[in-house]
């Protein structure tokens, strides 16, 4: 079993940064890529970044792009999101997830869709004020 704790959320001002943190645990963690998502009040949950862990890829949502990074620690099982310039419109619960295993290409649209992912951490929540 995987265990994703995600760390880091919290209140910041507009034009701040924020780091977010998933460190992942299990008996045996592997993983073929690892993401990000967020969920506002009264939205679905959105694509926000992910990246293959062994190649390290990354894919970013066109509303984060340039503004967030997505960094990964293969030695520490950790992923983070590096937030820059954050807007108040960011202001979610954010999760992480990780795909265990895949085989095929990989691209953004897949990255995108949360079937894709097998395990979720429980959140972690970020608020932007104006």
């Known amino acids: 079993q995987v265990q994703l704790v995600e760390s880091g959320g919290g209140l910041v001002q507009a034009g701040g940064s924020l780091r977010l943190s998933c460190a992942a645990s299990?008996?045996?963690?592997?993983?073929?890529?690892m993401g990000w998502f967020r969920q506002a009040p009264g939205k679905e949950r959105e694509f926000v970044a992910a990246?293959?862990?062994?190649?390290?890829?990354?894919y970013l949502a066109d509303s984060v792009k340039g503004r967030f990074t997505i960094p990964r620690d293969t030695a520490q099982n950790t992923v983070y999101l590096q937030m820059n310039s954050l807007k108040p419109e960011d202001t979610a619960v954010y999760y992480c997830?990780?795909?265990?295993?895949?085989?095929?290409?990989?691209?953004?649209?897949?990255?995108?869709?949360?079937?894709?992912?097998?395990?979720w951490g429980q959140g972690t929540q970020v608020t932007v004020s104006s």
């Open positions: 990246v293959t862990w062994r190649s390290g890829n990354t």
């Open positions: 997830a990780a795909v265990s295993r895949y085989q095929g290409s990989w691209n953004i649209v897949k990255a995108s869709y949360t079937r894709m992912y097998d395990y």
């Open positions: 299990g008996r045996t963690f592997s993983s073929y890529a």
